[in-house]
T-cell receptor, first 113, second 113 residues
């Protein structure tokens, strides 16, 4: 099956700093990747759709200047949380599209102090 | 737009007992249907999916789900659960012509010995 990795799996940072999360499709090419955010005991909330070679498409209410997405290659998308604040603490999950199925990464837990 | 409702947020069940997780969806267009499982602090794993053909789909670990178009449902069942089935289960739909998943709120299954 298709494998998607995320790095780091956990990150703790100070308020005001920026954090970059990587999402890689290891054994297939993905022109489209997705970034989700999940709060404790809640469902996944789609933040944005990452398109290789073009700008990401953000969902309503998601600040594009705060959550910077770059999809520079067919196997890598990055999410940068800029000027992080404690309310940005969450579990961030990416997925990559292959055909009519999405394959999910293991998630990154971000804690902002 | 699509929506997905998982009627039960939490389902406690004894080991070796059957379990059913309910999922109803609404959509004005054809959709594909998915069940994902999430273990603590991990990403989502695909459990099973309905794309077309037989309305009863099965996973390798004993779960099955039946697509009922008239009732717009895709309930998940397992005749005998194990402790290891304790997890969060998410139902999701994908527009047949789209690439964005819409998730239900999730059902937490707690298997008791």
């Amino acid at each position: 099956g298709a494998v998607v990795s995320q790095h780091p799996s956990r990150v703790i940072c100070k308020s005001g700093t920026s954090v970059k999360i990587e999402c890689r499709s290891l054994d297939f090419q993905a022109t489209t990747m997705f970034w989700y955010r999940q709060f404790p005991k809640q469902s996944l909330m789609l933040m944005a759709t990452s398109n290789e070679g073009s700008k990401a498409t953000y969902e309503q209410g998601v600040e594009k200047d705060k959550f910077l997405i770059n999809h520079a290659s067919l196997t890598l998308s990055t999410l940068t949380v800029t000027s992080a604040h404690p309310e940005d603490s969450s579990f961030y999950i990416c997925s990559a599209n292959r055909g009519n199925e999405q394959f999910f990464g293991p998630g990154t837990r971000l804690t902002v102090l | 737009a699509q929506s997905v409702t998982q009627l039960d947020s939490q389902v406690p069940v004894f080991e070796e007992a059957p379990v059913e997780l309910r999922c109803n969806y609404s959509s004005s267009v054809s959709v594909y249907l998915f069940w994902y499982v999430q273990y603590p602090n991990q990403g989502l794993q695909l459990l099973l999916k309905y794309l077309s053909g037989s309305t009863l789909v099965k996973s390798i670990n004993g779960f099955e789900a039946e697509f009922n178009k008239s009732q717009t449902s895709f309930h998940l069942r397992k005749p005998s659960v194990h402790i290891s089935d304790t997890a969060e289960y998410f139902c999701a739909v994908l527009k047949a012509a789209g690439n964005k998943l819409t998730f239900g709120g999730g059902t937490r299954v707690l298997v008791k010995p």
